[in-house]
């Protein structure tokens, strides 16, 4: 791979990545919860964003390899602002015929602003500090009770944890196939529509066949080595254990959560 | 004059992150025209990497690589490398797209631009240089066809483009002999008949034996041994090439010469090496008596 994805698994032994998946995961939940809330104010996400940059610093990962991976957003993040900003009403700051910029506008648009950026920033934190295997064991302990609702909780942390573990392989094949059909002089960046509408051809054809083919192969391995889907309980390799570090990670997240509250 | 030239040639996957990689380390070798250029290295050795740098598809993190004396570092003159430099990937046959062997085919003509009969004539010549007879296949999907044959249509649409260097990353590994034999067949001939100049990559040294000119043997990026095939073979004999597939007779001379026998193992064939054999035991007897 040439790059990096962005919310790539990170290797490490930092204080975040020792915690257990499930307080991860909660701890997330808490952050996109208090952050999409219905008319937050700027200083809650304000401090909700010092929090997962202070947690950023402790999992090590590097803060500026996080920022940088917030480039490829950048029209996402552009687009919802000027939207923000010129499609709300409200009291008028400044007017050219009829785009008129409120101040309503301007509060949305940065409250729009920090909300993306806090969604992105914890889930990536997440992925970046938790295994796939990890993450899905967390998931399987945390949707647990739902089981008493037929809910099957093992076979959809399976599939969320198959997801995670090809994206970075179908990343890799898609650079590969673009490799390829450059050096057959595809243009992937031309100006006509329907060159690159061929050359997009070029790589989605082979990108899906080669994903069918590998989604064969693993049904293959996974039924060889006698997986069911009939509700069996499966051992696991890793055994969450909810340490003291949790405990204490998960009253840092409940003061968290009643600053933002109150 | 060499139309490939490298010169100290570093690359770094994923620099700067808790995965990188160094691929390639100061590698510097040349290329003339015309010649035929056998890579050999085991997996992770760095093969595949160097010869993306050939096309310009990789830009050296350090060092230069030159193709037809012009830098590839130079985005103008990289973008326009495809034409010259035809570049066959690993397992090219899961690149395949099109609906029939000829779009197939097509589709890098289009690209350069060439029109009506002429990408007619192109196909058609492509086809029956990879061992295929255009009039049964020209219709057919490309994933309706055998591994093998896939195999060669996607040789034949490297070919069509009648590329001057041709670069070509086992182009034998997981198919059939008979396949295996065209296509070695192809490359042999394209680079007798058109003076193109070819680079292939391969860890079944018994390809190269015959086929290649001269010898580069890549270990963990970095460049061990190049020049002549003898030579080659030689230096291999000092390092662990377990990992490669090399022919009986030279594993035979290498472990002769590592219990100390004082073998000459600058050889090629089956005949050189047991010729060699008798050699020395012969003046062993000699030396007895």
């Known amino acids: ?262 | 004059m060499p139309v490939i030239e490298t010169k100290e040639l570093t690359h770094i996957y994923l620099a700067g992150t808790p995965y990188e990689k160094k691929a390639l380390n100061q590698v510097s070798l040349s290329i003339n025209k015309g010649e035929l250029f056998g890579i050999i290295g085991a997996n992770g050795s760095g093969k595949s990497t160097l010869i993306q740098h050939f096309n310009g598809l990789l830009t050296p993190s350090c060092g230069t690589v030159r193709v037809y004396g012009k830098d590839t570092a130079n985005r103008s003159c990289r973008n326009e490398l495809w034409k010259k430099v035809g570049l066959m990937f690993q397992f090219p046959e899961q690149q395949l797209f099109a609906s029939t062997v000829f779009d197939e085919l097509a589709f890098g003509l289009k690209n350069m631009g060439l029109e009506g009969w002429e990408i007619e004539n192109r196909v058609e010549e492509a086809l029956l240089q990879v061992g295929l007879n255009p009039k049964e296949v020209i219709k057919v999907p490309p994933l309706g066809l055998s591994g093998g044959a896939r195999r060669q249509v996607a040789l034949a649409c490297i070919l069509a483009m009648r590329p001057t260097i041709l670069v070509l990353d086992e182009p034998t590994a997981g198919v059939d002999p008979s396949a295996s034999e065209h296509i070695l067949k192809a490359i042999k001939k394209m680079q007798r008949e058109q003076q193109a100049t070819v680079v292939m990559v391969s860890h079944y040294v018994n390809d190269l034996i015959f086929l290649a000119d001269k010898l580069a043997f890549l270990k963990e990026g970095r460049l061990l041994s190049y020049g002549d095939k003898k030579t080659v073979f030689r230096d291999m004999a000092q390092w662990d090439v377990n990992d490669l597939i090399l022919p009986e007779h030279l594993k035979l001379m290498h472990r002769l010469a590592a219990y100390g026998l004082p073998v000459n193992t600058e050889i090629l064939t089956l005949e050189e090496a047991a010729a060699e054999i008798s050699r020395v035991m012969e003046e062993w007897a000699r030396c007895e008596r």
């Open chain 1, 1 to 262: 791979m040439r790059e990096m994805i962005t919310g790539q698994y990170i290797m490490g032994d930092s204080i975040i990545h020792c915690l257990d998946p499930r307080t991860k995961l909660i701890g997330c939940l808490v952050v996109i919860v208090v952050a999409v809330w219905p008319r937050q104010t700027i200083t809650i996400l304000l401090f909700n964003l010092a929090f997962i940059i202070i947690v950023i610093y402790f999992a090590e990962v590097g803060v500026g390899r996080v920022l940088r991976g917030l480039r490829s957003l950048k029209l996402i993040f552009l687009l919802t602002f000027i939207c923000q900003v010129f499609l709300t009403r409200g009291d008028p700051l400044w007017s050219w015929g009829s785009i008129v910029i409120t101040r309503q506008g301007i509060d949305l648009g940065i409250n729009t602003f920090l909300r993306l950026l806090i969604l992105f920033l914890s889930a990536s934190l997440l992925t970046m500090t938790t295994s796939t295997l990890k993450i899905s064991a967390g998931l399987e302990s945390l949707l647990s009770p739902l089981k008493y609702l037929r809910f099957p909780v093992q076979q959809f942390a399976m599939i969320i944890n198959i997801a995670l573990r090809f994206i970075p392989t179908i990343t890799e094949e898609a650079e590969h196939i673009v490799r390829a059909q450059k050096s057959r002089g595809a243009q992937f960046d031309s100006g006509s529509l329907s060159i690159r509408l061929r050359t997009v051809m070029a790589l989605l054809i082979p990108l899906l066949a080669a994903s069918l083919q590998r989604a064969t192969d693993l049904a293959w391995a996974m039924e060889s080595r006698c997986y069911t889907s009939d509700g069996q309980i499966y051992s696991r390799v890793y055994k969450l254990h909810f340490a003291q570090r949790d405990l204490i990670a998960m009253g840092v997240i409940s003061i968290v959560l009643l600053l933002a509250i109150l």
